[in-house]
């Protein structure tokens, strides 16, 4: 299994952002890692009680911005974590960390405390374009945490970039893809902005088409993206997701492979035991639960989260081949059948002929993947597996 924890502290909101984070004082901070380790309590006994020792192979801290909120706390979350849970010697133990919040005796702490993966938010390496993303640091922030994080230690590390950003052009973006890559780092993630409802970008751009690349600016810019990583030696393994061999995000892969994980705080999600289910969203809420509820942890964590949605045999296929078919290497026939104790040509043979015929996806020894065309209009062939 795997652990997903949320850490929902930002410096600052992003001005596109609409993820579950925020700013907050040191105290709410402070009281919100305690509520969190006693939910990692809570939630290991439970999977005890369940499951006997299960292993966990990867654990992944996100946000927000874990490296806005005090080193030690992240230090204890990862007691508490070993403690609770059982993680496998070799598990990847990944964070996400904003240029501009790590100093060198942050990442000391951070290694000490098991992180053995870093994913760094760059997004553009051009100034002006950060600035407008209302982004805390720039380009010469970003230069020095990633070299911080190597002398560190550090030998995996992330870089997530987007493209199609206001004011972005092929040029600027061609400019970022190269100054990153001249940096060897063993992981890109690269994403397409999304102007999300309810974000400042939404008021200001949406119904403004012209104010952000054309559809033609971003193929290119997406066409690029592939063109350049590839030369520079990193491998398109999942659709907007490229590394170096044999440093594809663990944790990530395993999402995709529905490999079963717990959300650890507010708002955070989880596949367990074939059901789905979040945590309440509401820091009040969840700080009350955890910090003044009453002895009983399993009747405690029922509060925390909503009801959880049985995933049935239908939903559990369709998510089989939309999550694994995003992965490059694409699925297989045999997992397919062992998963679900029918054959994936009995369930699926007609959509699977289709596609393959109008060129959207291939065949493999071992299963399907996404053809290069069928990556390009992902969206549109993955929703042809709804049953
Ligand atoms: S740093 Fe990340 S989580 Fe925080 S506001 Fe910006 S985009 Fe959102």
């Known amino acids: 299994m795997e652990l997903y924890i949320h850490i929902p502290f930002c410096a600052r909101k992003c001005l596109y952002c609409d993820f579950l984070s925020g700013s907050a004082s040191l105290e709410v901070q402070e009281k919100y890692l305690k509520a969190l380790r006693q939910e990692i309590r809570w939630r290991g006994e439970s ?18 911005t874990p490296t806005v909120i005090d080193p030690e706390g992240i230090c204890r979350v990862m007691e508490t974590v070993k403690e609770s849970f059982c993680p496998n010697a070799d598990a990847e133990i990944s964070m996400e960390a904003n240029p501009g919040t790590l100093t060198a005796e942050k990442l000391k ?29 720039t380009w010469a922030d970003f230069i020095a945490s990633y070299r911080l994080a190597r002398e560190a230690g550090f030998d995996n590390i992330n870089i997530d970039l987007m493209s199609s950003l206001p004011g972005q052009t092929t040029a600027s973006y061609e400019g970022t893809l190269r100054r990153v890559t001249e940096l060897l780092p063993e992981h890109i993630s690269a994403y397409s902005l999304i102007v999300e409802e309810g974000t400042p970008f939404y008021n200001k751009y949406s119904g403004y088409p012209e104010l952000l690349p054309d559809e033609e600016e971003d193929r290119r810019m997406y066409a690029m993206t592939e063109e350049i990583l590839g030369a520079a030696g990193y491998h398109r393994y999942e659709i907007s997701n490229y590394a170096k061999p044999g440093r594809e995000c663990r944790h990530n892969v395993g999402y995709w492979r529905r490999v079963p994980y717990l959300g650890l705080g507010l708002g955070a999600s989880s596949f367990y035991g074939d ?83 109008e060129g959207l996806l291939r065949r493999t020894e071992a299963g399907y993947r996404l053809s290069h065309r069928g990556i390009d209009i992902s969206n549109r062939v993955l929703a042809e597996f709804l049953l």
């Open 47 to 64: 999977v005890r009680e369940e499951k006997g020792e299960e292993t966990v192979s990867s654990v992944y801290i996100g946000g927000g």
């Open 275 to 357: 059901k789905r289910f979040a945590n309440t969203a509401d820091m009040s809420r969840y700080l009350d639960v955890t910090l003044v509820g009453g002895a009983d942890g399993t009747e405690n964590l029922q509060k925390l989260q909503g009801t959880a949605e049985v995933v049935g045999r239908q939903d559990a296929m369709e998510e089989f081949m939309f999550l694994g078919l995003r992965l490059t290497a694409g699925i297989r026939a045999e997992d397919f059948a062992a998963c679900f104790g029918q054959d994936l040509e009995e369930v699926y043979g007609d959509t699977l002929a289709r596609l393959t015929g």
């Open 109 to 137: 702490l951070y290694r000490q405390a098991g992180v053995n993966r870093l994913s760094i938010g760059l997004q553009s390496a051009d100034d002006e374009e950060l600035a407008r993303l209302g982004r805390i640091h």
